[in-house]
């Protein structure tokens, strides 16, 4: 248990629709990053926010949107959704700033698969 | 170019035997690190070795060690004595720094799935 937890574990739902996914990271992690899995693409970064700050953009849909909150949880909500967007998502959290010496180790949560039909 | 090349879609192994697992990445960068997840069955990501582009040994953590060869830009993955359960998906990822704000991603290979038989 790598102490990150994200909810839902699994999310069925149909295109169109909006969903949120929602990860805590752990107790003392400032930083926060949001991967996608899919079988096609692998595993691709999408975002990430240090102490409620977003610090980068990866490969992220304008139709993909994140925040993470005064407590640090985020959010990862995604809207419009197609098939396509079906996959693992995965939060990761690190101790200190994305920058740091401490940013070395990652910490992932057990993931939301996304299956949208 | 791929910055992270894992040239082995799967790998067979036979139990206590060592395995390695190739690496390869491309970067400009003079300071990144280099990382080894493992993903079984069940999907959640474990975090396995680390190692700095500038930290002169290579990493041991238990059975796992990471040969480094910075001028070939390589990070081999080198498991001993393989059990049942180190049968799953290994990813190698890199972490370069930004160069703006300061900022640091991961980028991952597309993997290699490693299966033990007894």
């Known amino acids: 248990d790598s102490g990150v937890t994200q909810t839902p574990k699994h999310l069925i739902t149909a295109t169109g629709q909006r969903v949120t996914l929602r990860c805590s990271p752990r107790?003392?992690?400032?930083?926060v990053y949001w991967y996608q899995q899919s079988l096609d693409q692998g595993l691709q970064f999408l975002i990430q926010y240090y102490n409620g700050e977003e610090r980068a953009k990866g490969n992220i849909l304008e139709r993909f949107s994140a925040q993470q909150f005064p407590d640090l949880h985020s959010e990862l909500n995604l809207s419009s959704l197609e098939l396509g967007d079906s996959a693992l998502y995965f939060c990761?959290?690190?101790?200190?700033?994305?920058?740091?010496?401490?940013?070395?180790?990652?910490?992932f949560g057990p993931g939301t698969r996304l299956t949208v039909l | 170019a791929q910055k992270i090349t894992q040239t082995q879609p799967g790998m067979f192994v036979q139990e206590k035997e060592a395995v390695t697992l190739d690496c390869t990445y491309d970067?400009?960068?003079?300071?990144?690190?280099l990382f080894w997840y493992k993903q079984p069955s069940s999907g959640e990501m474990i975090f396995l070795i680390y190692?700095?582009?500038?930290?002169?040994q290579n990493a041991t953590e238990g059975r796992y060690s990471l040969n480094f060869q910075k001028a070939r830009k390589s990070a081999n993955l080198v498991i001993s004595a393989s059990q049942l359960g180190d049968s799953a998906m290994y990813f190698c990822?890199?972490?370069?720094?930004?160069?703006?704000?300061?900022?640091?991603?991961?980028?991952f290979g597309k993997g290699t799935m490693l299966l033990v038989s007894p």
């Open positions: 190692q700095g582009s500038y930290d002169e």
């Open positions: 990822a890199m972490r370069e720094a930004g160069r703006d704000s300061g900022y640091s991603t991961l980028t």
């Open positions: 970067t400009s960068d003079q300071s990144y690190g």
């Open positions: 107790s003392g992690d400032l930083s």
């Open positions: 990761a959290s690190s101790r200190g700033a994305p920058d740091g010496p401490t940013a070395n180790e990652q910490f």
